[in-house]
């Protein structure tokens, strides 16, 4: 099949590749055999990872997405965010290189956004192999008792989930919002290297009015951790923006008592 370049996308959707060549393409392939409408949409590569240059290349003479290449590594958000800046669609998604389409949802995306005059941020369900929702594909605000219960007692979370507990984020694995709002909220704080950007987004995004959604309706096949090859490196990035997210949104207290439980953790 020969796919064109989108002339006036409705919907940009935003990858960002570190280490993900494989899982990208395999993404894009369902992308574009289950939206029948290639000009409907386009698709933004943001390359973290200049040693899949020439990879991303041949999938792009493939594929009618536009590459961004970046020197070096710059994280999620700012890479996510320079991708959105170059976006065309009034609508923006952001969808993880490990996570494949499900079925043609684009459309039905596009109709849920004029049902809500002052906006909202749409989570797709992120699913796991064995068809489970994933836990972390969305929830409550974090503070020190969410993260006392999602490590002591991990079957009150899993519990939340099938209640379809209230939502106050959803991951930016899978996460679609009107380019204006992104844009009123200056976009990702870049100051999260990875983990916790689409937390914060939500819920500054939350403080203007802005409704947070995670909708089963539409669900998103996700593998999970194919860009890491450390986890070490995944466990330090996680800590230090999950101590940058309590240090802008929680008291002092709980700063404290988080630190304490990353020394605990380290040295167990």
Not at 170 to 189: H, M, T
Not at 218 to 235: A, I, M, N, P, W
Request: aromatic share 14%; net charge neutral.
């Amino acid at each position: 099949m020969i796919f064109t370049m989108a002339t006036n996308p409705h919907i940009s959707l935003v990858f960002v590749n570190y280490h993900s060549i494989w899982q990208l393409s395999l993404a894009l392939r369902q992308l574009f055999h289950l939206e029948s409408n290639h000009d409907f949409f386009e698709v933004i590569v943001v390359n973290n990872d200049h040693r899949e240059a020439r990879a991303l290349a041949r999938l792009a003479r493939k594929f009618p997405i536009r590459l961004l290449e970046q020197e070096r590594n710059l994280g999620f958000g700012r890479a996510a965010n320079i991708g959105a800046a170059s976006a065309r669609g009034s609508i923006l998604g952001f969808l993880n290189p490990d996570t494949v389409w499900q079925k043609e949802s684009l459309r039905r995306i596009e109709s849920t956004f004029q049902e809500h005059s002052n906006g909202q941020i749409l989570g797709l369900w992120l699913m796991n192999a064995q068809g489970e929702r994933e836990p972390f594909s969305a929830g409550v605000a974090p503070t020190l008792w969410q993260l006392v219960r999602s490590n002591f007692f991990p079957f009150l979370v899993r519990q939340d989930l099938l209640q379809d507990a209230p939502c106050d984020w959803v991951s930016g694995g899978g996460l679609f919002i009107e380019k204006r709002i992104f844009q009123e909220l200056q976009g990702f704080d870049e100051r999260f290297f990875l983990y916790f950007e689409d937390v914060d987004l939500c819920l500054r995004a939350k403080e203007q009015g802005v409704l947070i959604v995670s909708e089963p309706r539409f669900t998103l096949l996700h593998h999970g951790g194919k860009s890491f090859v450390s986890r070490e490196l995944q466990k330090s990035l996680f800590y230090s923006s999950q101590i940058r997210y309590f240090e802008k949104h929680r008291p002092f207290f709980e700063v404290f008592c988080v630190r304490l439980f990353h020394f605990f953790f380290r040295h167990a």
